[in-house]
């Protein structure tokens, strides 16, 4: 079962929706100001470290709330530095994406690795993982290509690993609904008055 390994459905679909909604608002607005591509990283970070830092303090299934929690804390303050650093160059918010992507998608493969006996869909908490390293070496080995191009690749790449994330969150859920009682109650038996 992946519950107790990845956690609760709901935050897994949290985490995607906002990959895939920070997603498109870069596809959708590929000459978006750095301003606004700013508030839409930080937002996205944000909202998903939150939902992961709820998740590893307060899921009483979740077996491993040190890893959960560093995604959470990691995301929160990357979405926290963009916010309290409004005027960020380019060549600095590509920086903060850059390490961000590096230290999260580093950390999944570990992890995904780590599980991969546990939990059979390791393998998508790994290629998650995998794009966002992905993502992190292309800001690094190239930042001058260009901010339509790095708008785009940006774009994708969220929206690939919110694809991820939902499609996992809907694995959990139907193994959570699957694990639950049917509500059926069984009759108690009757003893005799004897």
Excluded: C
């Amino acid at each position: 079962m992946m519950r107790p390994y990845i956690g609760s459905w709901k935050r897994l679909a949290i985490s995607g929706v906002a990959a895939v909604l920070f997603g498109l608002g870069t596809l959708v607005w590929p000459d978006v100001t750095l301003w606004a591509l700013v508030v839409l990283w930080g937002a996205y970070v944000l909202v998903d470290g939150i939902a992961a830092l709820s998740a590893a303090i307060t899921d009483p299934f979740l077996l491993n709330r040190g890893w959960v929690a560093f995604w959470g804390v990691t995301g929160i303050a990357a979405g926290m530095v963009t916010f309290l650093w409004p005027s960020i160059t380019t060549m600095a918010l590509l920086a903060v994406i850059a390490t961000w992507s590096l230290i999260v998608g580093g950390s999944q493969i570990a992890y995904a690795v780590s599980v991969r006996k546990q939990v059979p869909g390791a393998w998508a908490v790994g290629l998650g993982g995998a794009v966002w390293v992905l993502l992190g070496l292309l800001l690094i080995t190239s930042p001058g290509a260009g901010a339509l191009g790095i708008t785009w690749a940006i774009g994708w790449l969220a929206m690939l690993s919110g694809g991820l994330q939902l499609w996992l969150a809907s694995v959990v859920r139907h193994e959570t609904q699957q694990a639950r009682p049917t509500g059926i109650r069984t009759p108690r038996p009757v003893h005799g008055v004897g």
